[in-house]
């Protein structure tokens, strides 16, 4: 009797560590996990504000460097380049920085460029009109390009460690509940007590730390309001598994109630 409960609850605790892994491992490779993964979240946080204006001024701030398109007037530009993104060019954009950031940061590729030319094509021809526009030189309008410095993190060994960290856990997961029927139905039922309060318990870490991006300090960053809604998107993405944990551990706490009614054997 002692040893098979002894059984049950290391396999109770096994399960516990385990589903809490296979939970972050997934929403982290729902961000890094492919080069689709990443355009996805570009083209879904460059639908934040900050984000957007972030990539406005990057393309006013190269028109304004050629001296005949700057004649035109920041103020100008600026309501033209917004127009442009609104019109669906921010999606491009964004999926085509999603996949040159997958390329460097996940990859190891060195550079990768990403033409803003057809923006400022359309922003200019906003202002001027096609045809005026059409006489606008804008070779000089070179492309934004993604280097990875020595002080960025080097994410190239997470996706595959992901996956095989996500299949580990779910692996071992199963095989722990499993573990825990074989050694003892009742008991294993009766471990739900403990497995449902560890795991409602890991839902509110998750639900907290999706809502903890304001505690961060920002002040270093060059641009802070751009980093904290960034931040508050990625980290907001553990909001929903936190919550279906906590279901589900309420959901094992309740059965593990009962269960403790039935005579144990």
């Given at each position: 009797?002692?040893?098979?409960?002894?059984?049950?609850?290391?396999?109770?605790?096994?399960?516990?560590v385990?589903?809490?892994?296979?939970?972050?491992?997934?929403?982290?490779?729902?961000?890094?996990?492919?080069?689709?993964?990443?355009?996805?979240?570009?083209?879904?946080?460059?639908?934040?504000?900050?984000?957007r204006?972030?990539?406005?001024?990057?393309?006013?701030?190269?028109?304004?460097?050629e001296?005949?398109?700057?004649?035109?007037?920041?103020?100008?530009?600026?309501?033209?380049?917004?127009?442009?993104?609104?019109?669906?060019?921010?999606?491009?954009?964004?999926?085509?920085?999603?996949?040159?950031?997958?390329?460097?940061?996940?990859?190891?590729?060195?550079?990768?460029?990403?033409?803003?030319?057809?923006?400022?094509r359309?922003?200019v021809?906003?202002?001027?009109?096609?045809?005026?526009?059409?006489?606008v030189?804008?070779?000089?309008?070179?492309?934004?390009?993604?280097?990875?410095?020595?002080?960025?993190?080097?994410?190239?060994?997470?996706?595959d460690?992901?996956?095989?960290?996500s299949?580990?856990?779910?692996?071992v997961?199963?095989?722990?509940?499993?573990?825990?029927?074989?050694?003892?139905?009742?008991?294993?039922?009766?471990?739900?007590?403990p497995?449902g309060?560890?795991?409602?318990?890991?839902?509110?870490?998750?639900?907290?730390?999706?809502?903890?991006?304001?505690?961060?300090?920002?002040?270093?960053?060059?641009?802070?309001?751009?980093?904290?809604?960034?931040?508050?998107?990625?980290?907001?993405?553990?909001?929903?598994?936190?919550?279906?944990l906590?279901g589900?551990?309420?959901?094992?706490?309740?059965v593990g109630?009962?269960?403790?009614?039935?005579?144990?054997?």
């Open positions: 009797m002692v040893v098979r409960r002894l059984i049950v609850a290391i396999a109770s605790l096994l399960a516990s385990s589903l809490l892994a296979f939970v972050v491992s997934r929403v982290l490779l729902g961000v890094v996990g492919s080069a689709e993964a990443t355009s996805g979240l570009a083209e879904e946080l460059i639908e934040l504000p900050p984000v204006e972030a990539i406005a001024d990057e393309v006013v701030d190269r028109l304004m460097q001296p005949e398109i700057a004649e035109l007037g920041a103020s100008a530009l600026r309501a033209a380049v917004d127009e442009v993104l609104v019109s669906g060019e921010a999606s491009r954009l964004a999926g085509e920085f999603g996949v040159a950031a997958y390329d460097v940061f996940v990859v190891g590729e060195p550079v990768r460029s990403v033409e803003i030319a057809p923006t400022a359309a922003a021809d906003r202002v001027l009109g096609a045809e005026l526009g059409a006489q030189d804008l070779t000089e309008v070179g492309p934004v390009d993604i280097v990875r410095t020595e002080r960025d993190v080097d994410l190239s060994w997470s996706v460690r992901l996956r095989f960290w299949n580990t856990a779910l692996a997961a199963l095989l722990s509940a499993g573990v825990m029927v074989i050694a003892s139905p009742v008991g294993a039922l009766r471990r739900l007590l497995l309060a560890v795991v409602a318990v890991a839902g509110l870490l998750l639900i907290g730390v999706s809502r903890s991006s304001g505690v961060i300090d920002l002040s270093s960053a060059p641009r802070p309001d751009l980093v904290r809604a960034i931040a508050e998107d990625l980290l907001g993405r553990l909001a929903r598994p936190g919550v279906m906590f589900a551990g309420a959901l094992s706490v309740a109630l009962l269960a403790r009614l039935v005579p144990g054997r």
